[in-house]
């Protein structure tokens, strides 16, 4: 069955310097299906819901719909609670911030538009720009995406990555239980324990300073070490 719609699942924490901007780009792109947009707030301290909601006032004709935990829980938790409320034939997880641009989504979507694949990853290190910071933040990450292909059978070269999109019809029988930046390993180990084609694509990386706002610490990088030998043995 060609797809027709397309969720993109948007967890945001403390993200009211950017949720305007990223909402604009969102819904400006040109895509060939339909689109809803699910916002889960997970638990924000700034004035992320209170924009949120004055965007939903000022855009009715925006497909945007928006929940909230009230409480922190996590990035996976976020992800998945947006998955409950998503109804298009592909979803898409894109983060709260300007560090993925929404322009890269068509690229994103053609393999599965075309048949190719069941997901799609994006690569920040397929030759699309990237704006350059952590050298640390650059070898964890190929570290990480190493040690997840040892376990998957995978040739990734960037699971890490925020921009994964599928049918939904996959990412539901994924089974998710990560609650926080755990998705990421989790969602590439199920992929390949489900017999799931993957396919990667380039994008372009706007990569936030900490003092802009990013969150990723030396802990989720254990963390994800964790999840990746976990999955490895465990549904």
Known sequence: MTPTSLSILIP???????????LQRVFAVELPLEREVVVVDDGSHDDTPRRVAQLQQDHP???LRFVSHGINKGKGAAVRTALQHATGDLVV?????????????PNLLEPLLDGRADAVFGSRFLGGPHRVLYFWHFTANRALTLMSNVTTG????????????MFRHVALSLK???????????ITAKLAKGGWRLYEVPISYAGRSYEEGKKITWRDGVAALYH?????VRD
């Open 176 to 186: 998710l239980r990560s609650d926080r930046f755990g998705i990421e390993p989790e």
């Open 12 to 22: 945001v924490f403390n993200e009211s310097q950017t949720i305007d901007e990223l």
């Open 154 to 165: 995978f040739n990734l070269t960037d699971m890490e990555v925020c921009y994964k999109a």
């Open 228 to 232: 990746i030998l976990y999955y490895r």
């Open 93 to 105: 997880i894109q983060d709260g911030d300007l560090e993925y641009h929404p322009k890269d989504l």
């Open 61 to 63: 004709e925006w497909n």
